[in-house]
């Protein structure tokens, strides 16, 4: 997930041991600016409950909030985090998290990646017809094969033992 209060970016990827990730799920979940914040965050929390019934994942990963000079953005983003974390704890989801910067690496090879470069990445390493819109959602669907990748690395070590 890409926390966000206007536009939570979420996607949802399969994978099982002996496959690549295949992506199931990515969109927006989106509120209005002109709803106060308790609002919108019951919104977004009742989207991730009912997302969380429908696909019944393993894990939940977000990006994290690293830094942001704006106090009250990082405030608002901090709450829909929360929410990450209640429903993690409700659902008794493993959660994990991941910087801006192990998220490009992980995709594209290159810490300064642009947006583009991290769409068309996943374009080819999902076989998507073409780039993930909007910009959050792709966000997420990126966040999502980081995580990916993490876990086969971590399988593949617990497997040789090192």
Same mark, same amino acid.
């Given at each position: 997930m890409d926390p966000g209060t206007a536009s939570l970016g979420v996607a949802v990827l399969e994978q099982n041991e002996s496959s690549e990730p295949r992506c199931l799920f990515f969109s927006c979940l989106r509120t209005s600016k002109d709803e106060i914040m308790p609002a919108r965050? @019951?919104?977004?929390?009742?989207? @991730?409950r009912r997302l969380v019934a429908e696909y019944r994942p393993e894990v939940l990963v977000y990006e994290g909030l690293f830094f942001n000079k704006n106090v009250r953005t990082a405030l608002s983003v901090g709450a829909v985090i929360g929410v990450i974390f209640l429903l993690a704890g409700q659902e008794n989801l493993s959660l994990y998290t991941y910087s801006p910067l192990q998220v490009k690496m992980a995709i594209t090879g290159y810490g300064r990646a642009t947006k583009e470069q991290i769409q068309d990445s996943l374009m080819m390493l999902l076989g998507l017809p073409a780039r993930p819109r909007p910009d959050d959602a792709a966000d997420a669907l990126a966040i999502a094969l980081c995580h990916a990748f993490a876990a086969k690395w971590h399988r593949l070590v617990e497997e040789t033992g090192r």
């Open positions: 965050i @019951l919104q977004h929390y009742e989207s @991730l």
